[in-house]
């Protein structure tokens, strides 16, 4: 029971839905944090997408967002040395 199932994933789940998970196919393990219950479950659906764009991409907005700032100061540096 220890070993983790590489298709499973174990969560805290909120006490208010763990009946919704438990008809989802996941299975109560035991007690979790305050007002919690520690649960195991079915790998999402897209896996290959979870493990390709980790977080849901946040890192390719995390990029994006900071080669947009420093693209910004570029153009300023280069009015004031203009």
């Known amino acids: 029971m220890d070993d983790l ?6 969560a805290f789940i909120a006490r208010t839905r763990v009946a919704e998970m438990k008809s989802r196919g ?3 393990l035991g007690p979790g944090e305050e007002g919690s219950i520690l649960m195991e479950g079915p790998m999402l659906a897209s ?3 979870v493990l390709d764009a980790p ?3 946040v890192f390719d907005d ?4 900071a ?7 570029d153009r ?6 203009a």
Request: charged share 40%; net charge positive; no cysteine.
């Open 26 to 28: 996941w299975r109560v």
């Open 47 to 49: 896996r290959t997408e």
């Open 67 to 73: 080669m947009e700032r420093a693209d910004a100061r």
């Open 5 to 10: 199932a590489p298709d499973h994933v174990r």
């Open 62 to 65: 995390l990029i994006a967002r």
């Open 55 to 57: 977080i849901g991409g």
């Open 76 to 81: 300023m540096d280069a009015r004031r040395a």
